[in-house]
């Protein structure tokens, strides 16, 4: 069909513009640019000074100065933004509670009625800590207790829990011991609620899902309504992943709302899960080990319940329900929103020193109890093996089997962990040489070592660490990842961290994880190998992958041993060219 053009500006048409015979069709334009907004708040001032708290609302009015918006799109730091519909401009009040302690970000648009946007006005302001957790389970409770007594905020009511049927108190936990449950009518259940629902809240817990119910309904915590409870935190085997759901009356009638994890649950791994529901934009977030999920749409939801607190069970429809199969550890709960930079500090392991070996003098380790590294085939502790040259000694190797070990080695290699240490050379290694390795019985569940290039050996190579999923001898299991900074003829700083909460390995060299075209010092996908009674090998590899693999031919000095992974910053802390106290360690 021919069709035509005709442009008019408000006052005058202008020509037509055609192909053919002409038509009834024609299109208008809205010149009309609205001035960017203005944003004011009296709860959150930009005035550089905290206010408030993460979780905390606060109101901030919007208006349009030229009187053209119809509606304002505002967007609070990272999360989704809200619609705020308005009339010639007019000024609008909303409620928003910041997701972070320190800077937060306002970015507020206006919008006509033919969508004509404004530039953006951009309203910073300091949000201070969010208030604690009003309550906490931590689920310590020796084996054969029933009554699990909770941590309460201060000023709130002592909150009890009687756990009944299937329970097994005194499991191993994720922190401590935790709450173990049969999945057919084990629970834990206050007397009365402990969640507003119709208001911000967040709940939180470690859990560890048993993998023979991977197709059920499993409820990790909820609160009894009548019909049904007003949220629930849960594991669906029919998509097989974590959600936070909320339904929207407490009656037989539909009306559901979830977030939901990124990836499918991993079972009989521990992980850590926050369900949030955000009362100011009426969103639910789920955090899955301290990363983000798929957030909910805006729900349409107004109603609590008054019935107890469940741990390990839901109601659906009048009935007690989905019982959980497995652990759950460490439940909290919060009368506010619990933002990203939280979820990921609950999933943070605070590191524990397990081994120091300073390695001056001998091979005595910190603190009390530790291993000694015991030297091998020559290796000895000499003064002129000091790191960076200001350590009063070290431990020297010679590249020709001298090595020490530290036998029962208080280190778990299938949880968290760090291992870090100064490392000497006197020129690139033209083998690969070992610095340390923990081995299992039929391959090493850790090992660092010096990789030289194999076509220009003299001048490239790289540091590469090693894990191994599975205690065998199939390398497809084998997960490594490299650094090529390398320090020629002087000491380097290489610390190895494992995530097991993330699957993740990481190398740093001189605190520094390398950021190349190649990719990064890290690697994904790997779950950890556990070892009875573990050793740590300092130059030694039980069980070397290439014929002319050596031991590491010059000197090792300062050996920190972590349970749980060193941040960046820490790590870069203990590489600094300084002798620390152990005392002053991370």
């Not at 020796?142 to 009687?162: F, K, Y």
């Not at 107890?308 to 007690?320: A, M, S």
């Not at 020629?488 to 494992?498: K, M, P, S």
Request: proline content about 6%; overall charge negative.
């Amino acid at each position: 069909m021919d069709w035509h053009v005709r442009a008019y500006d408000g006052e005058v048409w202008g020509p037509w513009s055609w192909a053919g015979a002409q038509t009834g069709c024609y299109f208008t334009y809205d010149p009309t640019i609205p001035e960017a907004p203005t944003v004011d708040s009296v709860d959150y001032d930009d005035d550089d000074v905290a206010h408030g708290g993460v979780g905390e609302p606060g109101a901030f009015t919007i208006k349009d100065p030229s009187g053209a918006a119809n509606s304002y799109q505002v967007t609070m730091n990272d999360q989704q933004p809200i619609t705020v519909p308005t009339t010639a401009g007019a000024a609008r009040t909303v409620s928003l509670a910041p997701d972070r302690a320190g800077p937060n970000v306002l970015t507020v648009q206006s919008f006509t009625a033919a969508s004509q946007n404004s530039a953006p006005t951009t309203y910073k302001f300091v949000a201070g800590n969010g208030s604690p957790e009003k309550v906490r389970f931590t689920l310590d409770e020796p084996a054969g207790a029933t009554a699990l007594n909770a941590d309460v905020r201060t000023g709130e009511s002592a909150v009890a829990a009687a756990a009944s049927g299937g329970t097994t108190l005194g499991a191993a936990g994720q922190d401590g011991t935790a709450m173990g449950l049969d999945g057919v009518n084990g629970k834990a259940s206050t007397s009365g609620a402990l969640v507003d629902a119709t208001k911000s809240f967040s709940v939180g817990a470690w859990v560890r899902l048993d993998a023979s119910k991977v197709d059920a309904q499993q409820v990790v915590l909820s609160q009894d309504g009548t019909r049904k409870s007003p949220f629930y935190l849960k594991y669906d085997g029919r998509i097989k992943k974590w959600l936070f759901g909320r339904t929207k009356t407490d009656s037989d009638e539909s009306g559901w709302y979830q977030a939901e994890s990124a990836q499918n649950a991993q079972l009989g791994a521990w992980t850590h899960l926050v369900g949030v529901y955000d009362a100011t934009v009426q969103r639910l977030r789920i955090f899955v080990n301290g990363e983000p999920g798929i957030e909910s749409g805006p729900i349409d939801v107004s109603w609590t319940s008054t019935g107890g607190f469940q741990i390990g069970c839901g109601k659906w429809l009048g009935v007690t329900t989905d019982y959980w199969l497995g652990s759950i550890d460490d439940v909290r709960i919060y009368d506010r929103i619990v933002g990203p930079k939280e979820a990921q500090e609950l999933v943070s392991q605070q590191p524990v020193l397990k081994a120091r070996w300073k390695l001056n003098t001998d091979g005595a380790g910190e603190p009390a109890g530790t291993p000694p590294l015991n030297p091998h085939n020559g290796a000895l502790i000499s003064t002129g093996a000091g790191f960076a040259w200001v350590s009063p000694g070290g431990l020297q190797l010679n590249g020709d089997g001298a090595y020490a070990d530290a036998t029962t080695l208080p280190l778990d290699t299938s949880r968290s962990f760090t291992v870090a240490g100064w490392v000497r050379n006197l020129g690139r290694p033209q083998k690969t040489s070992t610095v340390l390795s923990v081995p299992g019985h039929n391959t090493n569940a850790l090992v660092l070592r010096y990789v030289p290039d194999a076509e220009d050996p003299a001048e490239a190579g790289r540091w590469e660490a090693q894990m191994s999923n599975t205690d065998s001898t199939d390398m497809t299991t084998v997960r490594k990842t490299a650094s090529t900074s390398f320090a020629d003829n002087d000491w380097d700083h290489l610390a190895v961290t494992y995530d097991a909460l993330n699957h993740r390995l990481s190398l740093y060299v001189n605190g520094v994880i390398e950021e190349s075209a190649d990719g990064t010092s890290q690697v994904g996908d790997v779950k950890g190998l556990p070892v009875s009674n573990p050793t740590l090998n300092i130059g030694r590899n039980t069980f070397a992958q290439t014929a002319d693999e050596t031991t590491w031919p010059d000197a090792v000095d300062d050996l920190w041993v972590y349970e749980g992974a060193l941040t960046d910053t820490q790590i870069t802390y203990l590489a600094q060219p300084v002798e620390l106290a152990t005392t002053d360690g991370p």
